[in-house]
């Protein structure tokens, strides 16, 4: 195995979200130092959080309140920029060791594959890059030398469990799921957004949250986990585990199975992912398995959650078919939010733009994000 490589200083795409609070947290911990840090829309809190961070730099995706980010950080050191040009400069910086991109939907496209290509380590806790266009995403990082070590718990699961083993051993391999909080409830026609956003386990962003009710957020990571190891779609199952303990497993073709338990907190892959290969001291304790007792397992039920027939039949079409997917489910998500459709039409929506979709069989980045664009504009 691997030494460690060092990482010079930090880029967190998305830093005022959940996962970037806890990248800071173990950033802190470690000793990291973060060069920048961005966000879309919040301001203030992308101030405070690059102030406190020691953070060199500070990036708003929106480019019209760079002017109100500008006099947030009038003062303090460090310096403001906007757009996705600056979003794409800021995680290829020559500073830059690793880039944790965490920037929820298709917004975190484009500094991701930057990144790739200039060859920093990509910490993907965001599974939209990998999705809409996963091979683009590898090729950038061949050409690059880039290091991509998966951030979500699953993947990161799955990638310690591959660790030494050949992808031509696996025979399949098994994402677990929560369940959210629809899991044992029969009749979903009235599910309202207060009772979609409290998850049973984790403590994630409006949008995540509502992907885990719908079983969307593991559907695309059905997808994710088809591209970052190679497996075809038709060998990555899903399996709901309510505990969250066993976070995925990778089944071999000799019969053996490896799992990689832990605490539902993301800290863990996080720290993993920065202090890759080696497991280093972190702030989780290991489960106390005398005090959990058992833990279960059980088949989804694709009926009440069809998301994820649609990622599979997305998966096998390719091209296309996954960037659609996403940016049909982002826009049903955020209707759903805003109170404009039921949390059924979500599935609906997602289901008639496959259907309606006029694919390419290898379509480039201009592709990929034409077809985002348009899903957007027709499906909202």
Excluded at 91 to 105: F, L, Q, R, S, Y
Excluded at 171 to 182: C, K, R, Y
Aim: with cysteine; net charge neutral.
């Amino acid at each position: 195995m691997s030494e460690v490589v060092p990482v010079p200083a930090l880029c967190i795409l998305g830093a005022t979200g959940s996962i970037g609070a806890s990248t800071l947290d173990v950033a802190q911990r470690l000793g990291l130092p973060v060069y920048a840090v961005t966000a879309h829309r919040r301001v203030a809190e992308l101030a405070a959080c690059a102030v406190r961070a020691g953070a060199r730099l500070a990036v708003i995706g929106d480019p019209a309140l760079w002017p109100e980010l500008r006099r947030a950080l009038a003062g303090s050191g460090v310096a403001a920029a906007a757009g996705p040009q600056a979003l794409c400069e800021a995680a290829t910086a020559p500073e830059v060791g690793a880039v944790v991109a965490a920037i929820v939907g298709a917004a975190g496209l484009a500094p991701t594959i930057a990144a790739a290509r200039a060859g920093k380590r990509l910490c993907i806790a965001n599974k939209e890059p990998l999705v809409m266009a996963g091979p683009l995403v590898l090729a950038a990082a061949r050409a690059g030398g880039a290091q991509i070590v998966p951030v979500d718990s699953e993947h990161s699961a799955i990638f310690q469990c591959l660790e030494g083993h050949r992808v031509e051993e696996v025979a399949e391999l098994i994402l677990t799921a929560s369940g959210g909080p629809f899991r044992t409830v029969r009749d979903l026609s009235a599910v309202t957004v207060e009772q979609a956003l409290v998850h049973p386990t984790w403590s994630m962003g409006p949008k995540i949250t509502i992907d885990s009710a719908t079983l969307m957020n593991k559907s695309l990571e059905v997808i994710e986990a088809q591209v970052l190891f190679g497996v075809p779609a038709e060998r990555v199952r899903v399996l709901i585990h309510p505990q969250s303990i066993v976070h995925s497993m990778v089944a071999f073709r000799d019969g053996s199975v490896l799992a990689q338990l832990g605490l539902p907190d993301m800290r863990t892959p996080i720290q993993y992912a920065l202090t890759w290969p080696r497991h280093r001291p972190g702030p989780v304790p290991a489960p106390d398995f005398a005090r959990l007792g058992a833990l279960t397992f059980e088949e989804p039920d694709r009926r009440r959650f069809p998301s994820l027939d649609l990622a599979y039949e997305a998966a096998r079409r390719g091209g296309l078919a996954p960037a659609v997917l996403n940016a049909a489910n982002e826009v049903a998500v955020a209707a759903f939010l805003a109170g404009r459709v039921r949390f059924l039409d979500i599935f609906a929506i997602v289901e008639r733009a496959l259907r309606e979709l006029d694919d390419v069989a290898e379509p480039s980045l201009e592709d990929i994000l034409a077809a985002d664009a348009a899903t957007r504009a027709r499906y909202a």
